[in-house]
């Protein structure tokens, strides 16, 4: 065990083993953030639409590599800090057999070059299959007077719960919302009306009787 730590740590692959411990630390902290109602991938990845085009040149690069495909949290951790961390340990796992270990920086910016290509072929993949939490397809306002189900609560003025909504098409997204200054607390299971939206945020009522689906919810 000592042997195989001394070797993470060691200096041509400290970059790499400091990649996969952010992937741990920042894992947690999105459960962590769950627990209470937030989410880490929601600050990071609201308040830029990376699937269309811009006139901000980064913001475009980022596009080439399919980040507004997944969310950005998910694409951080598995995707881009995954690939770094293990194609670099595999740079110089190779080179320590063929002559001796890299130069760290030499053997990042290796990684960095393969990794990207990697990344993006992984996203189109990942992004077919991956639950979405808001759809810019068809617009988050179009989802404001729509009927949906706590999926996650119960919905009160405070840290925001999950409502289940589908949109014109059918299609099922999982949004944060909290329930109307006016609502009393929305337990999980309850049919509730989305009347308002702040950024991804939206305001939710209980929904009246006829504007209930007949078929069954989600979670029965």
Do not use: C
């Not at 194609?87 to 057999?97: H, K, N, S, Y």
């Amino acid at each position: 065990m000592s042997a195989l730590l001394e070797h993470v740590m060691s200096p041509e692959v400290r970059p790499f083993a400091i990649a996969a411990a952010m992937i741990l630390i920042v894992g947690s902290i999105e459960v962590v953030s769950m627990l209470v109602g937030a989410s880490l991938s929601e600050m990071l990845g609201t308040n830029i639409d990376f699937g269309h085009p811009s006139d901000n040149g980064v913001i475009n690069a980022i596009s080439w590599i399919n980040v507004g495909g997944v969310p950005l949290l998910i694409f951080l951790l598995l995707l881009l800090l995954g690939a770094v961390s293990i194609t670099g340990f595999l740079i110089q796992d190779i080179a320590r057999m063929v002559a001796g270990p890299l130069p760290a920086t030499l053997a990042s910016v290796g990684a960095v070059a393969v990794s990207i290509p990697l990344v993006r072929a992984a996203s189109r993949g990942i992004a077919r299959v991956i639950p979405k939490d808001e759809s810019y397809a068809v617009g988050l306002g179009d989802l404001v007077g729509r009927v949906g189900e706590v999926v996650i609560g119960p919905l009160d003025q405070g840290p925001p719960g999950r409502v289940s909504v589908a949109d014109i098409h059918g299609n099922r997204h999982f949004v944060w919302a909290v329930a109307a200054p006016s609502s009393s607390p929305l337990p999980q299971g309850t049919m509730v009306l989305l009347v308002d939206r702040d950024g991804t945020r939206f305001v939710a009522v209980k929904a009246d009787d006829e504007l209930k689906p007949s078929k069954p919810t989600l979670s029965s």
